[in-house]
């Protein structure tokens, strides 16, 4: 079997995003059967910004179009496209092959792991994309509010070479934003309530204003494999 795992990135040709690129090439030497190829092709060009301009988006869609045509051509079996679901219905009227998007596989799978769920995305503008996917596959009734946080697609040379701040920032914003649907509380507002209610008045003062919102942040070791 072939497998054509499309990237809206350039993540062959990029030293920004060569250490990823590399990771993803072991990860599926890894995982796949022998008799199983696959691989992530560049896209066509590239197209900076894509993940904040509508504009740019619909550029990009077009040329992961053309990837899915080419690799039909090149006697492929399946075609996976990036994240953001791009091209939903052109891709399956322009090639005979299975087409696989991924975020609609993502949800299709959580969602038997959990009766909601929630998106935590790099950028405000991404999180409304994602928004619009959830109503696309009619499962907007069982998200619950997400988060963002904002660093630049420039930044992911940084997160792969020293990802603990970036971690950081995820953490924090799913304990500042992400509410349990049941009790409409987030982890930080749960923190904050119960070291009010059960420390002396400096920890509760320090509780009330801190603007870090890590509350026994862990550590997590690195796995470049």
């Known amino acids: 079997m072939k497998i054509c795992i499309q990237s809206g990135t350039p993540l062959g040709t990029s030293d920004l995003y060569r250490p990823y690129y590399e990771s ?20 066509g060009k590239s197209y900076p910004g894509a993940a904040r301009s509508r ?9 992961t179009i053309k990837s899915a045509m080419r690799a039909e051509a090149e006697g492929f079996d399946v075609f996976v496209t990036q994240c953001l679901d791009l091209a939903f219905s052109e891709l399956r009227e322009m090639v005979d092959i299975p087409v696989v998007f991924m975020t609609q596989a993502t949800l299709a799978y959580y969602s038997q792991l ?7 995305v790099n950028g405000e503008r991404l999180h409304y994309f994602f928004e619009e996917l959830a109503e696309r596959y009619k499962v907007k009734e069982r998200r619950v509010p997400g988060a963002y946080v904002s660093f630049a697609f420039t930044d992911y040379a940084n997160l792969w070479n ?15 934003d992400v509410e349990d649907p049941e009790t409409k509380l987030s982890v930080w507002k749960r923190a904050q309530a119960s070291r ?18 890590r509350i026994g942040m862990p550590q997590f070791v690195e796995d470049r494999t």
């Open 55 to 63: 504009t740019h988006l619909h550029f990009v869609a077009h040329e």
């Open 24 to 43: 993803l090439l072991r990860h599926a030497k890894k995982v796949c059967r022998p008799d199983t190829v696959c691989e992530f092709p560049n896209l």
């Open 196 to 213: 009010i209610a059960s420390s002396p008045a400096p920890a509760r003062n320090e509780a009330r204003s801190r603007p870090d919102l």
């Open 162 to 176: 020293h990802p603990q701040p970036f971690i950081e920032q995820f953490m924090n914003a799913v304990a500042r």
């Open 114 to 120: 959990a009766p909601n769920f929630a998106f935590l």
